[in-house]
């Protein structure tokens, strides 16, 4: 504690007042232009309302790739670029997913296909389910009572867990890695509880991985409400009564060219030195990824618009990237750290928003010793905008694969509570995006990217 407040006292005394009233002049500024005249709003309601869903490799994301790229262009950064990735095609396919619980009676529940899931045959997949609540208790289990049912995966992401990132994080491996797990042991196809604490009747997808060790079954996500009326029926039914059906029509293409979508401001002193802001363009197909993670995107954009709006000319190179591929595969995040290392290019800090256009509420970040005593030295500065910690650890996904170079990876944390009642759904549109909040955002980011810009990281 004693060396913590040496280092803060020592960072505050060199941190002369002079250089604080300038970045806090800065900082207004930004906040009021974005707050009066932002255009990230806007930019999103297109993304969202005129090109919808954008999975890699469909048609939809292609036409995302040639709007950010002229809306960059049109802000007037000084580069604009596409950089080649070959991504994934996985379709869900037009016929109408579906799903039946049979008792003595019938009942219709909501699925949807995971992510990467293998169809049903055309006539769709029946048999006997078996309830658990993890990996662990399929092993325990084993081939003798797995064999030729369908598994439901059925634990629910804790509720105790002030961050529901964190709850989603305890949950999520049932769904990535529960298909391939069931099938070791003789199952026919797996169904998973959608990620979320609400309780409501929208499925969730997302992405599931197969082990190439073991056969490919199909995967499909059951709403909160349908499992908890699986689980029921089950509890009052005699074991092995109850069997569930299930028919989805995806399916796994050749893989597709598309491109990470990137914009920059040239550095004034230091233009060798890059600062990074991103989320990815990609989407799931099944709402208008409004949140996950358009949000991200235009907010990413937005912090450039701002600093060539007013004329801010920034010390240290300024790159916005929208990376392609986040959500099934992670193409583009690995393309850009690959490209990144085969330039030689130094890369100070990435900053990724990819948590919904919710109320910042601070960063995370995978700084240590003095470079996070320094960061946090600026919390007086950002206070007043409502942020109000910069923790650790920290990052995204996209930007992860930097840290393997010894890039500092930020990510923008947003108030966590209503993220998973849209996450991956058909009801993450636009309309369930606040104006004002998501402007909060992008100047929460600006901020951080003028103080390191002016500021350096040691």
């Known amino acids: 504690m004693k060396k913590l407040l040496l280092l803060l006292w020592f960072f505050s005394a060199a941190y002369s007042i002079s250089a604080q009233q300038n970045d806090s002049l800065i900082i207004r500024k930004l906040f009021t232009e974005v707050l009066t005249k932002g255009q990230c709003y806007q930019t999103l309601d297109y993304l969202s309302n005129q090109i919808g869903g954008r999975l890699s490799g469909s048609p939809e994301a292609a036409r995302a790739v040639s709007y950010m790229q002229q809306t960059m262009k049109d802000v007037g950064l000084d580069s604009v670029w596409l950089q080649e990735v070959m991504v994934p095609h996985w379709v869900r396919g037009e016929k109408e997913e579906g799903a039946i619980v049979t008792t003595k009676d019938r009942i219709s529940v909501n699925i949807c296909a995971l992510g990467n899931s293998v169809g049903t045959p055309d006539g769709g ?38 961050h529901t990132g964190t709850a989603y994080g305890g949950a999520v491996d049932q769904r990535s890695r529960g298909a391939s797990m069931a099938a070791k042991y003789g199952a026919i196809g797996v169904v998973v509880r959608s990620m ?15 082990n190439d060790s073991f056969p490919k079954i199909p995967a499909c996500a059951i709403s909160t409400k349908g499992a908890e009326q699986l689980s029921k029926a089950m509890h009052l039914r005699v074991a092995g009564s109850i069997k569930f059906y299930f028919k989805q029509n995806c399916r796994m293409l050749a893989d597709e060219k598309s491109y990470n979508v990137i914009g920059e401001i040239k550095g004034a002193e230091k233009p060798n030195e890059i600062i990074l ?12 990824g409004a949140h996950d993670d358009g949000a991200g995107c235009v907010q990413s954009l937005e912090v450039l618009r701002l600093f060539k709006t007013l004329g801010i000319k920034p010390k240290r190179t300024l790159r ?18 690959e490209l990144a290392a085969a330039n030689k290019e130094k890369h100070l800090a990435a900053i990724e928003s990819d948590a919904g256009g919710f109320t910042p509420r601070g960063f995370n970040c995978s700084a240590v010793g003095d470079t996070m005593v320094r960061f946090q030295s600026w919390l007086p500065l950002l206070k007043p905008y409502g942020i109000e910690k910069i923790t650790w650890p920290g990052g995204g996904a996209d930007i992860g694969p930097l840290s393997k170079q010894g890039v500092i990876t930020i990510g923008l944390v947003p108030d966590s509570q209503r993220y998973f009642d849209y996450h991956h759904t058909t009801i993450d549109t ?9 402007e909060l955002g992008a100047a929460s980011m600006a901020a951080l990217v003028w103080l390191l810009s002016e500021h350096g990281v040691n």
């Open 125 to 162: 997949l029946e048999a006997q389910v078996i309830e658990v609540k993890g990996l662990e208790e399929v092993k325990k289990l084993g081939k003798e009572k797995i064999q030729g049912k369908i598994v439901f995966f059925n634990r629910p992401m804790d509720p105790i867990h002030i």
């Open 196 to 210: 979320t604490l609400a309780l409501d009747d929208n499925p969730h997808t997302g992405a599931m991985n197969y």
């Open 277 to 288: 802001v991103g989320g990815h363009l990609d989407a799931w197909d099944n709402g208008d």
């Open 320 to 337: 916005c990237v929208l990376f392609m591929n986040e959500e099934n595969g992670l193409r583009g995040g690995l393309k850009y750290a």
């Open 430 to 438: 636009f309309d369930k995006v606040n104006k004002r909040e998501l």
